[in-house]
């Protein structure tokens, strides 16, 4: 009879961090690794043993590093009846210290990634994985879907998860300062308080750009305004912060069916650097 599992494993991520040049492959942990072992040892024979590694295996990965680099990062210096040695170049030690600056970074979001990102109870969040915090209770990951410029400002049409379409109206400075063009990955913040609510609009017609349909999920109620939490066709959820007597004359209740208004100047833009 089959062992059952106490509970479903928990989710994770992981990944090595590789540099290339030109798109072909330098190196990843092991061969600065070794690189590392050449500073210390200051000789490729010790470096291998060092390494656990045969002479011949340290010499090709040392010898394709200097090809595939472009210039020389290992390099031998003759001596007497030492042998001479082997060091890094300045070029060779400036990567490696990169490389080591970079790969703790790499570690530190990977750790984020395996916390936050695979919660398939929670919706995905980049500034969350990423830990930034901000005021804007809705936060989308997107694509830029389309990009159609303007004398002053420029209108960004988004592409969600689920198929849904956000507009963003910025200016033309922001649309250089944040490198958008089609394909770019963007964040689409949008306040709560932003979110306009409406009920039966079939036959009726708005300025605002996005029109989100959707289900009430929950209400939560407060002394002056009421948090409503929607579930929006196509995938994704949006929360609205809407008076009291507007939850009220609406007649807000889970699962009623509401249509969500958001100006697409009141659609923030981030990207990550």
Same mark, same amino acid.
């Given at each position: 009879?089959?062992?059952?599992?106490?509970?479903?494993?928990?989710?994770?991520?992981?990944?090595?961090?590789?540099?290339?040049?030109?798109?072909?492959?330098?190196?990843?942990?092991?061969?600065?690794?070794?690189?590392?072992?050449?500073?210390?040892?200051?000789?490729?024979?010790?470096?291998?043993?060092?390494?656990?590694?045969?002479?011949?295996?340290?010499?090709?990965?040392?010898?394709?590093?200097?090809?595939?680099?472009?210039?020389?990062?290992? *390099?031998?210096?003759?001596?007497?009846?030492?042998?001479?040695?082997?060091?890094?170049? *300045?070029?060779?030690?400036?990567?490696?210290?990169?490389?080591?600056?970079?790969?703790?970074?790499?570690?530190?979001?990977?750790?984020?990634?395996?916390?936050?990102?695979?919660?398939?109870?929670?919706?995905?969040?980049?500034?969350?994985?990423?830990?930034?915090?901000?005021?804007?209770?809705?936060?989308?990951?997107?694509?830029?879907?389309?990009?159609?410029?303007?004398?002053?400002?420029?209108?960004?049409?988004?592409?969600?998860?689920?198929?849904?379409?956000?507009?963003?109206?910025?200016?033309?400075?922001?649309?250089?300062?944040?490198?958008?063009?089609?394909?770019?990955?963007?964040?689409?913040?949008?306040?709560?308080?932003?979110?306009?609510?409406?009920?039966?609009?079939?036959?009726?017609?708005?300025?605002?750009?996005?029109?989100?349909?959707?289900?009430?999920?929950?209400?939560?109620?407060?002394?002056?305004?009421?948090?409503?939490?929607?579930?929006?066709?196509?995938?994704?959820?949006?929360?609205?912060?809407?008076?009291?007597?507007?939850?009220?004359?609406?007649?807000?209740?889970?699962?009623?069916? @509401?249509?969500?208004?958001?100006?697409?100047?009141?659609?923030?833009?981030?990207?990550? @650097?």
């Amino acid at each position: 009879m089959a062992h059952k599992r106490d509970k479903t494993p928990r989710l994770g991520v992981g990944g090595e961090l590789w540099i290339t040049a030109d798109g072909r492959n330098l190196g990843s942990h092991a061969r600065m690794g070794l690189l590392r072992a050449v500073v210390e040892q200051g000789s490729i024979t010790q470096a291998a043993k060092a390494f656990g590694i045969s002479y011949k295996a340290a010499w090709d990965a040392v010898d394709t590093m200097n090809r595939v680099a472009g210039e020389p990062l290992v *390099e031998r210096r003759p001596g007497g009846r030492g042998g001479g040695s082997t060091r890094l170049t *300045e070029r060779g030690q400036r990567l490696l210290e990169r490389y080591a600056q970079v790969e703790a970074v790499h570690e530190r979001f990977v750790e984020m990634l395996a916390r936050e990102a695979f919660d398939l109870e929670q919706d995905f969040s980049l500034l969350k994985v990423l830990n930034v915090r901000t005021t804007a209770r809705n936060q989308f990951l997107g694509t830029v879907s389309a990009l159609r410029a303007g004398a002053v400002n420029d209108e960004i049409e988004l592409t969600l998860p689920g198929g849904m379409r956000l507009v963003a109206i910025v200016t033309r400075g922001s649309t250089e300062a944040l490198g958008l063009h089609t394909r770019a990955p963007v964040v689409a913040m949008v306040q709560a308080g932003n979110v306009i609510l409406a009920t039966g609009i079939e036959s009726m017609r708005f300025s605002a750009r996005n029109q989100l349909p959707g289900t009430v999920l929950t209400l939560t109620p407060g002394s002056v305004n009421t948090e409503v939490l929607l579930e929006v066709d196509g995938g994704g959820r949006l929360v609205a912060v809407v008076t009291q007597a507007s939850a009220e004359a609406l007649a807000l209740a889970p699962g009623l069916r @509401v249509t969500a208004l958001i100006k697409a100047s009141d659609v923030l833009l981030a990207v990550t @650097v």
